[in-house]
């Protein structure tokens, strides 16, 4: 089994910066591949970020392209979302995702296995 835990959510201003950040516990962080998604009000759920298990590939959804960076450190068993230009837009609850099967980062979510609570994220205009 696989625990991931979110921090860093928050509330800020337009045009300002988030990061958020997963921890994770239980089996070998490195061999997952991980991912970030988001959920707001009234809406499905959306792929934001991932990341391969050694960090040499991401992609990111063309809404937050230039503006986020998803990294990991195996060490620290820790993924990370650097938000930078932040807009009322991304406002949302905020999900880590691992994914345990080939180590390629994947936008579909029903290819992940564990989930994380999330942490909501408010960017006021």
């Known amino acids: 089994q696989v625990q991931l835990v979110e921090s860093g959510g928050g509330l800020v201003q337009a045009g300002g910066s988030l990061r958020l950040s997963c921890a994770a516990s239980?089996?070998?962080?490195?061999?997952?591949?991980m991912g970030w998604f988001r959920q707001a009000p009234g809406k499905e759920r959306e792929f934001v970020a991932a990341?391969?298990?050694?960090?040499?590939?991401?992609s990111y959804a063309n809404s937050v392209k230039g503006r986020f960076t998803i990294s990991r450190d195996n060490a620290k068993n820790t993924v990370s979302l650097q938000m930078n230009s932040l807009k009322p837009e991304d406002t949302a609850v905020y999900y880590c995702?691992?994914?345990?099967?080939?180590?390629?980062?994947?936008?579909?979510?029903?290819?992940?296995?564990?989930w994380g609570q999330g942490t909501q994220v408010t960017v006021s205009s």
């Open positions: 995702a691992a994914d345990d099967w080939l180590g390629v980062p994947t936008r579909a979510g029903y290819a992940y296995d564990y």
């Open positions: 990341i391969s298990s050694y960090g040499t590939i991401t």
């Open positions: 239980g089996r070998t962080f490195s061999t997952f591949a």
